[in-house]
């Protein structure tokens, strides 16, 4: 079971952190939807290194506290276009940002305004 939290309303240039805790299979992916958009990859951990859509690098970090069994995206420089639902996800197949996964959260709302 995954769960995420800490979506919310940012200003452009602003800063959130989203969270996502699981029980059992660990979370390594995180996913975006914006409306009328596919679902698409926005980081995950991949080996022992990480990957990041073009759009987000530099800006966006992921992360995990093994201990908590949290996983993080801590989201900085935020702009109008990141606005979405985030998603996390675990126990997935094909390349990083495939969202062939079988265990997803429900979703946090991310708006950049």
């Known amino acids: 079971q995954l769960v995420e939290s800490g979506g919310g309303t940012a200003q452009p240039g602003r800063s959130l952190r989203l969270s996502c805790t699981d029980s059992g299979t660990a979370a390594n992916r995180w996913f975006r939807q914006a409306p009328g958009k596919e679902r698409e990859g926005v980081a995950a951990?991949?080996?022992?290194?990480?990957r990041y859509a073009d759009s987000v690098k530099g800006r966006f970090t992921i992360s995990r506290d093994a201990r908590k069994n949290i996983m993080y995206l801590q989201m900085s420089g935020l702009k109008p276009e990141d606005t979405a639902i985030y998603y996390c996800?675990?126990?997935?197949?094909?390349?990083?940002?495939?969202?062939?996964?079988?265990?997803w959260g429900q979703g946090t709302q991310v708006t950049v305004s």
């Open positions: 951990f991949w080996g022992v290194s990480e």
């Open positions: 996800a675990a126990l997935c197949r094909g390349q990083w940002d495939s969202p062939d996964c079988t265990y």
